[in-house]
């Protein structure tokens, strides 16, 4: 019976559905932002995105959010520093049927209501950039952003809660235009949305672990 328990239990966490493979987001407590050098690149609201996807027991659902506004510096062709401001009101599910428009809007306002995001106390979320320094490769030193070339670091608010992320990057400076894009994995609870999250609720659970993709375009 106890090696039945224990497969059943085996059987049961492979089961759960597991935040996607990415790079886990180093997190400290916020770090001062320098004044930031170089030339100003707006970034490009219609095309820069941030996408999410949450995980559970169950199964997971994928959305977006969109970019309200944002600045690079750029000098050289090094960014320097920077902020992207995300709309928070603009989360969107993607992964639910169009035509089950009622499963789609119940999760979207669970989403945005006080449980979660919050959206109608805290409309919007920034995230100001305090350092980018080259990344290189090495042993020990790996990660699963296939040709990151920098390593990103900055002040995450989310809620008037603010923690510093750093996470691999791929950035390029092409005909005057910036593109940036990363996936990582940050834990929601650090940014106050604990509900749902203690292990004990089985399939009630809704996993800490988040993972956040973006892509950027900025240009002058």
Same mark, same amino acid.
């Given at each position: 019976?106890?090696?039945?328990?224990?497969?059943?239990?085996?059987?049961?966490?492979?089961?759960?559905?597991?935040?996607?493979?990415?790079?886990?987001?180093?997190?400290?407590?916020?770090?001062?932002?320098?004044?930031?050098?170089?030339?100003?690149?707006? !970034?490009?609201?219609?095309?820069?995105?941030?996408?999410?996807?949450?995980?559970?027991?169950?199964?997971?659902?994928?959305?977006?959010?969109?970019?309200?506004?944002?600045?690079?510096? =750029?000098?050289?062709?090094? $960014?320097?520093?920077?902020?992207?401001? !995300?709309?928070?009101?603009?989360?969107?599910?993607?992964?639910?049927?169009?035509?089950?428009? *009622?499963?789609?809007?119940?999760?979207?306002?669970?989403?945005?209501?006080?449980?979660?995001? %919050? $959206?109608?106390?805290?409309? $919007?979320?920034?995230?100001?950039?305090?350092? $980018?320094?080259?990344?290189?490769?090495?042993?020990?030193?790996?990660?699963?952003?296939?040709?990151?070339?920098?390593? !990103?670091?900055?002040?995450?608010? +989310?809620?008037?809660?603010?923690?510093?992320?750093?996470?691999?990057?791929?950035?390029?400076?092409?005909?005057?235009?910036?593109?940036?894009?990363?996936?990582?994995? +940050? %834990?929601?609870?650090?940014?106050?949305?604990?509900?749902?999250?203690?292990?004990?609720?089985?399939?009630?659970?809704?996993? *800490?672990? !988040?993972?956040?993709?973006?892509? =950027?375009?900025?240009?002058?």
């Amino acid at each position: 019976m106890k090696y039945i328990l224990s497969f059943m239990l085996i059987a049961l966490l492979a089961a759960c559905e597991q935040a996607p493979k990415a790079d886990k987001a180093t997190i400290t407590e916020a770090h001062p932002v320098k004044e930031a050098e170089g030339r100003r690149y707006l !970034v490009d609201t219609a095309t820069s995105e941030v996408r999410w996807i949450g995980t559970k027991p169950t199964g997971k659902h994928t959305g977006s959010f969109k970019v309200q506004e944002g600045t690079l510096l =750029v000098k050289d062709t090094t $960014v320097t520093g920077g902020n992207i401001i !995300v709309k928070m009101n603009s989360l969107e599910n993607l992964d639910l049927s169009q035509s089950d428009t *009622s499963l789609k809007r119940k999760l979207e306002d669970e989403l945005k209501g006080p449980l979660f995001f %919050d $959206v109608a106390s805290f409309p $919007v979320a920034t995230f100001e950039i305090t350092n $980018v320094t080259n990344f290189t490769p090495s042993v020990g030193n790996e990660v699963l952003m296939k040709n990151a070339n920098y390593t !990103v670091q900055g002040n995450l608010t +989310i809620k008037n809660i603010t923690k510093n992320i750093s996470f691999p990057a791929i950035i390029k400076l092409e005909n005057g235009t910036i593109t940036a894009m990363a996936n990582f994995n +940050i %834990d929601r609870t650090l940014w106050g949305m604990t509900y749902r999250a203690d292990k004990s609720m089985q399939d009630k659970l809704i996993n *800490s672990a !988040v993972n956040i993709e973006f892509r =950027v375009t900025a240009a002058r």
